[in-house]
């Protein structure tokens, strides 16, 4: 599903032509297999959150290659990158990015907007999702007016209703207390292991790691014993 070769990231600061040069990733090589929950750990700044922001064309790659789904993604542009996340890719955050000024239902429907989905299907769909994720009582409801399990539930929906065979999550249960937690793992791998999702993970949280199937480490910009070396 993901295959990242040799990559190196770094950032410039500072001003041009007194720039410094910080060094984030370095020869980083794995594969996430179609159907895996890997979870990606490592210490503050070790370069988790910059391996995800590449894997998702967020920042392009100063060397490497990802392949994602089949596709070569490196050096798409940004339009390009846009239409393969709407197909693609779904993704989960800890601050859940909501728009605070939509309600529950419209949150969930965006992608299919952006999609050019029509206004009849993205209602029955939109439907579907909200109440699968048991959310449909509240679809009228604006962010600010649901709990913290219930925001992460209606971006959960958001990031499934366009059926990404991948999902992104940067500490998915970081804004949550434990029983919400509890209940968010056990829908990753409910979908996991009926919907085939594959789900790469970035967190700090053990009870999230020990879901995964697989755990890769970062460790200074490199992924380091234990963790996923395979050649490719
Ligand atoms: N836009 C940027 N410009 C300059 N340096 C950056 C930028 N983004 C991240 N860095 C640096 O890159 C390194 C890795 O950051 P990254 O956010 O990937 O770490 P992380 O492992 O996700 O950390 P955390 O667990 O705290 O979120 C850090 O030293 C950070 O200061």
Do not use: C
Request: aromatic share 6%.
């Amino acid at each position: 599903m993901i295959t990242v070769k040799q990559l190196e990231h770094e950032f410039r600061i500072g001003k041009k032509g007194k720039e410094t040069i910080v060094p984030v990733l370095r020869d980083v090589n794995l594969t996430v297999n179609a159907g895996e929950i890997v979870a990606v750990v490592g210490r503050s700044g070790s370069g988790k959150s910059t391996l995800l922001n590449l894997i998702s064309g967020y920042i392009a790659p100063v060397q490497g290659k990802i392949m994602i789904n089949g596709t070569d993604v490196t050096g798409m542009s940004e339009g390009e990158w846009a239409d393969f996340r709407l197909e693609n890719i779904g993704f989960i955050f800890q601050s859940f990015q909501l728009i605070p000024t939509m309600t529950a239902f419209e949150n969930v429907q965006l992608p299919l907007v952006f999609k050019g989905v029509k206004e009849v299907d993205r209602k029955i769909q939109t439907e579907t999702m909200l109440k699968k994720v048991g959310l449909w009582e509240f679809k009228d409801h604006y962010p600010g007016e649901l709990s913290g399990g219930q925001q992460q539930r209606v971006s959960i929906a958001r990031a499934l209703i366009v059926h990404p065979p991948l999902i992104l999550a940067d500490e998915p249960t970081g804004s949550l207390d434990s029983e919400n937690e509890r209940a968010l793992l056990s829908f990753i791998q409910q979908l996991n292991r009926e919907e085939n999702i594959t789900f790469l993970i970035i967190t700090h949280d053990e009870e999230v790691a020990n879901i995964a199937h697989r755990k890769i480490t970062i460790s200074d910009g490199r992924l380091v014993e234990g963790s996923d070396t395979d050649e490719i």
